[in-house]
């Protein structure tokens, strides 16, 4: 199953437009237990607009910040 973010991470705006995107989060990635990788990592949303300005987003699993 596919999962995508509804909203920006960041910002909370609706990833509605063209050029948002979202994806796992890689510091739930990292988060391995006994050596394996996450499988369930947690999705970031990004808007076109975080994207562009580079606002940092917070991780509301792990607390990984990211640009
Ligand atoms: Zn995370």
Redesign the pocket.
């Known amino acids: 199953m596919t999962e995508r973010a509804k909203n920006c991470t960041a910002s909370g705006v609706p990833l509605a437009e063209p050029g948002s995107t979202s994806f796992p989060?890689p510091?739930?990635i990292v988060q391995s237990v006994n050596g394996e990788t996450n499988p369930n990592?947690?999705i970031i949303g990004r808007s076109p607009r975080c994207r562009n300005q580079g606002v940092l987003y917070n991780?509301p699993?792990?607390g990984?910040q990211g640009p």
Do not use: A, K, L, Q
């Open positions: 989060c510091g739930c990592p947690t991780c699993t792990c990984h």
